[in-house]
Every structure is written in structure tokens, then in C-alpha cells.
């Protein structure tokens, strides 16, 4: 069976790396002068920003395959698996990586709303990519962070920190929206992936065996992260994927309704809904009639 290893502490992390611990709950490196990982799995307990410079190797993230280009960056959230691939010795690439414990950011405005930073959760293949003005930016920010764990820890010591981790996702969030924009193409391509996947799903007998169409399904279709997904959709349509979703069923139900010879209950389980009661409730709340008023009034 495949050796997992828990990565759970900064101080765990550093010292697979050789390099020494200055601050507990964090720690920036320059991968050049680190030591090698090993071609295993690791499990980590810790959040990671990692900025490849190079091409070099594969990971593996999931059951996913990545090769790093020169100037990307990737996001691991506690929890998540990365894998050196099998056969490979020495995974060594140039860059630079921040690693930093969860704890970290109790009782500072950037735990509030980490959440909000959802490229956390998107798969290693959706990675993002830098220009070079923009990695510069980046490699400022860990510039940052660097300089205070140098300092004497103090009591502005985790504020000054946690507030030049947030200035990085912030300037993060940026560069995705950019990288959303010049690859507007690609992205209608996956719309138009999207409807083709919700009108098979409605033409088939999935509804009444699975229910309604989730999020997360559609986004297995179309070999995405569900957090990825979601940010595109809104990124291109201006609605969450769930109020895309929606307005799907929506539209199919607009025409279903005139088919006399089927109750709305009848309308309402075809197409997935498990009680024609939220069937109702989502087409007056969408159109401002019922479905019985619909049909009677066109």
C-alpha cells in the first residue's frame, strides 16, 4: 500500500526540507536552497502557496497529473493529498513556497473570511498563471513575510503577518479574474460543455433516479474543480452555477407545463424534484406565477 505522509507542522515540514524553523506556525522558503521531497504522498495539515519557476517534473494531486510551466502558483488547503509521482527520485524545482498552520490565523480579520479565498479548493491542473510583472508582485509579498519572521516575534508579529498573507490572496484574486478574462474563449467552450451536460441530464432518466442536477455533478462532467466551476460560471454569467442550474430547470419546466395530459406533480418528479411542493415554490419564485397559473394564463 502507498506510504501517505502527514505533513501536520511547520517545524515537520522544514525539517524534510533542511532548512531551520524561525517561526512556529509558518515558514517561507527559496525551494533552490531547500532539500528535495521525496517521491511519496503527502497528506497535508497546513495551507501552501507554492510559485514554480521552472518546468520540472510532474506532481500528482488526486488521481490528477500536473506538469509545473515557468511562473505558476498553486494552493493546498488542510486536508488535501500531493504526490511526487512513483519512480521519481527527487522532486527539486526552483521557486519559492509559503506554508503556514491554520492556527495562525485564529483572531485575525484574514480567518474570518479565508473562505472567501475559494482557489484553495480548485484542482492542481486549474493552477494559476503569472506574468511576469505579476510574479514579481508575488515574490514581494513573500519578500514581506520573510522580512518579519527574520524579526524578533513580538506583539505585532501575527498581525503584521497574517495581514501580508491577505495582501498576497487578495492580489491572488486579481490574477485569477485576469486569467478567467484572457481565457474568455476556453471559458464559453465550457458553457457550452455546461448546457450540453445539463440537456442530456434532463433528456435521460437521471432526474428520476439522481434528482436534480448538483453543482458538484456538473463540474465532475466537465473534469473541474467544484469551487473552480462555480467561480467561472459567475465570472461569465454574473450567477452562481446553482442559480444557473436553475434557470434550467426552469426553461424546461416553461415548456413541459403545457402537456396537459400531466399533473405539475407529475412535471415535478420528471424532473427531479422530490416534492412537487419545491417545484412550485422555485418556478413562482423565478416567474412570479405558479405552475398551474402558467399554463392557464399562456
Known amino acids: 500500500m502507498e506510504e501517505i505522509v502527514h505533513i501536520d507542522s511547520v517545524s515537520q515540514y522544514n525539517t524534510m526540507r533542511g532548512i531551520p524553523t524561525r517561526h512556529p506556525l509558518i515558514t517561507v522558503l527559496d525551494l533552490a536552497k531547500a532539500q528535495p521531497m521525496p517521491a511519496k504522498s503527502f497528506n497535508f495539515g497546513l495551507y501552501a502557496v507554492g510559485l514554480k519557476e521552472l518546468n520540472h517534473g510532474q506532481l500528482r494531486y488526486g488521481r490528477r497529473h500536473y506538469d509545473y510551466q515557468e511562473g505558476s502558483l498553486i494552493f493546498i488547503a488542510p486536508g488535501q493529498m500531493v504526490g511526487v509521482e512513483p519512480g521519481v527520485e527527487l522532486f527539486a524545482p526552483k521557486g519559492w513556497a509559503l506554508l503556514f ?68 490572496l487578495k492580489y491572488c484574486l ?81 415548456e413541459r407545463v403545457f402537456n396537459l395530459h400531466k399533473s405539475v406533480s407529475e412535471i415535478a418528479y420528471e424532473l427531479g424534484f422530490k416534492y412537487p411542493q419545491h417545484f412550485t415554490r422555485l418556478f413562482k419564485q423565478k416567474t412570479g406565477v405558479t405552475p398551474n397559473a402558467y399554463r392557464t394564463r399562456n
Open 101 to 168: 498552520h491554520p492556527d495562525l490565523l485564529h483572531g485575525t480579520p484574514l480567518g474570518k473570511h479565508m473562505q472567501a479565498y475559494s482557489f484553495f479548493t480548485y484542482a492542481v491542473h486549474e493552477a494559476l498563471h503569472l506574468s511576469e510583472k505579476e510574479k514579481g508582485i508575488v515574490l514581494d509579498c513573500f519578500a514581506n513575510i520573510e522580512y518579519e519572521l527574520e524579526q524578533t516575534i513580538d506583539k505585532h508579529s501575527k498581525t503584521l503577518i497574517a495581514s501580508n498573507i491577505e495582501l498576497l
Open 174 to 254: 486579481r490574477f485569477y479574474d485576469r486569467q478567467f478574462i484572457t481565457r474568455d474563449t476556453a471559458n464559453k467552450g465550457i458553457l457550452e460543455r455546461f448546457e450540453r451536460v445539463l440537456g442530456g441530464y434532463f433528456s435521460s432518466d437521471h432526474p428520476q433516479k439522481e434528482g436534480l442536477p448538483s453543482v458538484a455533478y456538473c463540474a465532475e462532467a466537465l473534469h473541474l474543480s467544484p469551487n473552480y466551476f462555480g467561480d467561472l460560471v459567475k465570472k461569465e454569467t454574473g450567477k452562481s452555477a446553482q442559480e444557473y442550474i436553475q434557470a434550467k430547470v426552469i426553461d424546461i419546466a416553461k
